[in-house]
Antibody, heavy 122, light 106 residues
């Protein structure tokens, strides 16, 4: 059974660094082809892809936030991480992590965590 | 970036057939996927690679399309299908999502 769970600070102030953790089970990020992605959703709005990390430590970032994002993983502890620097109120959102599945060259978010709400406020 | 355009909302009666469209601003091959999100919940995968039903998803859901025009069809619609439906492409970088179509039942 595949599960993912996000954790974060809940609330932080503008200009701080947001650190998020995704703890998962039912798969390993050391398995060939496996990946984990981060997606966020402001309340009542759409979804925005942020970053992916792959089994071979390859990383892909959304260019709109690339300079502020760092994705990493701890394979031994089945965790993935995302850091966002210099946060602003516009970063207030629910943040999801998801396992990436693939077939015939295509990739998609097959399993999602429940999300963690992050509020940026002074 | 590849912009995915969806109609904001649809209203249908239970038992009817509904088609939810997603149009891409540029070709995405068949690398289009569909998700269902109910209020207060995380998105759930319904369809991957345009037309493949995800595990455990009822056969009432189906997907079609390629290139720039894609459709998610629910037939017949049930009361539990009230949700927002998002399309997502993974052919072009960065991966992008549509704005979502909110499905309401009459």
């Amino acid at each position: 059974q595949v599960t993912l769970k996000e954790s974060g600070p809940g609330i932080l102030q503008p200009s701080q660094t947001l650190s998020l953790t995704c703890t998962f089970s039912g798969f390993s990020l050391s398995t060939y082809g496996m990946g984990v992605g981060w997606i966020r959703q402001p309340s009542g709005k759409g979804l925005e892809w942020l970053a992916n990390i792959w089994w071979d430590d390859d990383k892909y970032y959304n260019p709109s936030l690339k300079n502020r994002l760092t994705i990493s993983k701890d394979t031994s502890n089945n965790q993935a991480f995302l850091k966002i620097t210099n946060v602003d109120t516009a970063d207030t959102a629910t943040y999801y992590c998801a396992r990436i599945d693939y077939y015939d060259g295509s990739h998609w978010f097959a399993y999602w965590g429940q999300g963690t709400l992050v509020t940026v406020s002074s | 970036d590849t912009v995915l355009t969806q109609s904001p909302a649809l209203a249908v009666s239970p038992g009817e057939r509904v088609s939810i469209s997603c149009r891409a601003s540029e070709g995405v091959n068949s690398y289009m996927h569909w998700y269902q999100q109910k209020p207060g919940q995380q998105p759930k995968l319904l369809i991957y690679k345009a037309s493949n039903l995800a595990s455990g998803v009822p056969a009432r859901f189906s997907g079609s399309g390629s290139g720039t025009d894609f459709t998610l069809t629910i037939d017949p619609v049930e009361a539990d299908d009230t949700a927002t439906y998002f399309c997502q492409q993974s052919w072009n970088d960065p991966w992008t999502f549509g704005g979502g179509t909110k499905l309401e039942l009459k």
